[in-house]
């Protein structure tokens, strides 16, 4: 049975990634390895919690001698790794935090996989789960590719770039069998509501205004969380090491165009009339450093492992709004800090 180790998989990502491996893969063992920051959220599991082949771990990737001696106990075969601290606006007020969790804590992972692996790297597989934002921001044209240069230009984005080069340079220097996947902005079910799309959900629910920054003109490429999922599944499994490869929707939006749209969607769905929601936009101060576009060319991942999303946006924008209105609960347990308590009921008092 392979050991696996997923990082971060109480959060947005990571769980829809358990879910799916855990499911898919009942020869794995899906070990969940998770700080449970105020971003992870173990209810976002429950319905696989009980499965034979998935045990979850609460442990800090910042602390090297803690995660050196779960290398040694469990002995992973494989490591997919997403823990980070993710929000741009929280990396503006607190960069420290981003270079502990996304540098230090990525490579305590690496230094850790490389002293259990030595050198024998058969079989054995560490996915580093990076983001587009590295490379920095568009103008008009044009679109990231895996030759672009990086250019990150928040803290977020420069722990994230900077985690990537560690990465790349384990590969080079200790030959650690490594790939790296660079993904354009996410959306469904399971998101902490302090990013776009479930706040703006949330805020319409409650008619709350919907802060939008500057103009609403910044553009940005929404792929649907489980492909970004299946992706990673592909290329864990079909990559060669060393490889980089960009996952994106080919589906950018500008920001004030896609809020309208959810406005509209909204209103249907909460029998308003139709323009309400729209009455709650207020433009508020731009974020600094504020990227003006990202795009994402994944014909790589297309040409070489025949990866495309499966749900077009329409769609998916749908799903998720439904998905966010069918579980108001989740919603009200994650913005009043009630699922901070699931992990006392479910795993402490056991
Ligand atoms: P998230 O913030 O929802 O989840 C992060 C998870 O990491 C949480 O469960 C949190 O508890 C855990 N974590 C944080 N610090 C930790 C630590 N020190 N030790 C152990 N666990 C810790 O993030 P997400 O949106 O699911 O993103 C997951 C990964 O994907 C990140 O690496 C992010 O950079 C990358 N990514 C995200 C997007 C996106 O649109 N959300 C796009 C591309 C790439
Ligand atoms: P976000 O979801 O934070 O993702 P990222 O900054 O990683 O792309 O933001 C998406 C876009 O929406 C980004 O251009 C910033 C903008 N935005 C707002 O206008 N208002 C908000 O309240 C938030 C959270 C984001």
Same mark, same amino acid.
């Given at each position: 049975?392979?050991? %696996?180790?997923?990082?971060?998989?109480?959060?947005?990502?990571?769980?829809?990634?358990?879910?799916?491996?855990?499911?898919?893969?009942?020869?794995?063992?899906?070990?969940?390895?998770?700080?449970?920051?105020?971003?992870?959220?173990?209810?976002?599991?429950? =319905?696989?919690?009980?499965?034979?082949?998935?045990?979850?771990?609460?442990?800090?990737?910042?602390?090297?001698?803690?995660?050196?001696?779960?290398?040694?106990?469990?002995?992973?075969?494989?490591?997919?790794?997403?823990?980070?601290?993710?929000?741009?606006?929280?990396?503006?007020?607190?960069?420290?935090?981003? &270079?502990?969790?996304?540098?230090?804590?990525?490579?305590?992972?690496?230094?850790?996989?490389?002293?259990?692996?030595?050198?024998?790297?058969?079989?054995?597989?560490?996915?580093?789960?990076?983001?587009? !934002?590295?490379?920095?921001?568009?103008?008009?044209?044009? %679109?990231?590719?895996?030759?672009?240069?990086? =250019?990150?230009?928040?803290?977020?984005?420069?722990?994230?770039?900077?985690? +990537?080069?560690?990465?790349?340079?384990?590969?080079?220097?200790?030959?650690?069998?490594?790939?790296?996947?660079?993904?354009?902005?996410?959306?469904?079910?399971?998101?902490?509501?302090?990013?776009?799309?479930?706040?703006?959900?949330?805020?319409?629910?409650?008619?709350?205004?919907?802060?939008?920054?500057?103009?609403?003109?910044?553009?940005?490429?929404?792929?649907?969380?489980?492909?970004?999922?299946?992706?990673?599944?592909?290329?864990?499994?079909?990559?060669?090491?060393?490889?980089?490869?960009?996952?994106?929707?080919?589906?950018?939006?500008?920001?004030?165009?896609?809020?309208?749209? %959810?406005?509209?969607?909204?209103?249907?769905?909460?029998?308003?009339? !139709?323009?309400?929601?729209?009455?709650?936009?207020?433009? &508020?101060?731009?974020?600094?450093?504020?990227?003006?576009?990202?795009?994402?060319?994944?014909?790589?991942?297309?040409? =070489?492992?025949?990866?495309?999303?499966?749900?077009?946006? !329409?769609?998916?924008?749908?799903?998720?709004?439904?998905?966010?209105?069918?579980?108001?609960?989740?919603? +009200?347990?994650?913005?009043?800090?009630?699922?901070?308590?699931?992990?006392?009921?479910?795993?402490?008092?056991?």
């Amino acid at each position: 049975m392979k050991r %696996m180790l997923i990082t971060g998989g109480a959060g947005f990502i990571g769980s829809h990634l358990v879910r799916l491996f855990v499911n898919k893969y009942p020869d794995y063992h899906i070990y969940n390895l998770d700080k449970l920051t105020y971003a992870g959220n173990l209810l976002n599991l429950k =319905d696989i919690e009980e499965k034979p082949n998935y045990s979850f771990i609460k442990g800090d990737i910042v602390d090297g001698v803690f995660i050196i001696k779960l290398f040694e106990d469990y002995k992973f075969d494989a490591v997919i790794h997403l823990a980070a601290e993710s929000h741009v606006d929280r990396s503006i007020s607190n960069p420290l935090e981003f &270079v502990m969790t996304n540098v230090v804590g990525t490579v305590n992972l690496l230094n850790a996989a490389k002293h259990i692996w030595k050198n024998n790297f058969d079989g054995k597989r560490f996915y580093h789960v990076s983001t587009d !934002e590295v490379y920095g921001s568009l103008g008009e044209d044009g %679109m990231f590719t895996e030759q672009t240069a990086y =250019d990150p230009h928040s803290p977020y984005s420069a722990s994230k770039a900077s985690s +990537d080069h560690f990465v790349r340079a384990y590969h080079d220097t200790y030959e650690l069998p490594v790939v790296i996947s660079n993904c354009s902005n996410n959306y469904g079910s399971f998101q902490f509501p302090e990013k776009l799309i479930p706040l703006f959900i949330n805020n319409i629910r409650h008619n709350k205004p919907l802060p939008v920054y500057g103009k609403g003109e910044n553009i940005r490429d929404w792929l649907w969380v489980e492909d970004h999922a299946r992706a990673i599944d592909v290329i864990f499994h079909q990559s060669a090491n060393g490889k980089t490869y960009n996952i994106g929707g080919h589906n950018e939006w500008k920001n004030i165009d896609l809020i309208k749209v %959810m406005c509209r969607i909204m209103d249907r769905k909460l029998g308003r009339a !139709e323009g309400t929601s729209q009455n709650l936009i207020t433009y &508020v101060k731009d974020r600094a450093g504020h990227d003006l576009r990202y795009a994402i060319d994944s014909t790589l991942l297309q040409k =070489d492992l025949n990866w495309t999303p499966s749900l077009q946006f !329409e769609e998916g924008i749908e799903k998720t709004i439904d998905w966010y209105l069918a579980n108001q609960i989740w919603l +009200d347990d994650v913005t009043s800090g009630d699922y901070l308590k699931y992990y006392e009921k479910q795993y402490v008092s056991r």
